[in-house]
Nanobody
């Protein structure tokens, strides 16, 4: 089970980025997928997740209305569309997978990809 997160970069406040989480070695649509982030000096926090069963999505309050998680089963990839980015969104973003229930708790995820850096600055 391998996950590859990509799509991070430098963006101005108010801008957008789309992160991708590509899976290899397993079929993503049988797994709950979560996006997490960790800023310097802070604990890792759950940002969004999508369930395997019915595609239900969940978001942290801090990103509701700005971020959208989606999956493309044909490409075995999950995306995190991030709009109206704020400086406080800057962090290393990680994707994670688990065959269990989708939550925003990192302890519920067993497989992790490497992070991708998101910098929001003018």
């Amino acid at each position: 089970v391998q996950l590859q997160a990509s799509g991070g970069g430098l963006v101005q406040p108010g801008g957008s980025l789309r992160l991708s989480c590509a899976a290899s070695g397993f079929t993503l649509d049988y797994y709950a997928i979560g996006w997490f982030r960790q800023a310097p000096g802070k604990e890792r926090e759950g940002v969004s997740c999508i369930s395997s069963s019915d595609g239900s999505t969940y978001y942290a309050d801090s990103v509701k209305g700005r971020f959208t998680i989606s999956r493309d089963n044909a490409k075995n990839t999950v995306y995190l569309q991030m709009n109206s980015l704020k400086p406080e969104d800057a962090a290393v973003y990680y994707c994670a997978a688990d065959p269990g229930v989708a939550t925003l708790n990192e302890l519920d995820f067993s497989s992790w990809g490497q992070g991708t850096q998101v910098t929001v600055s003018s």
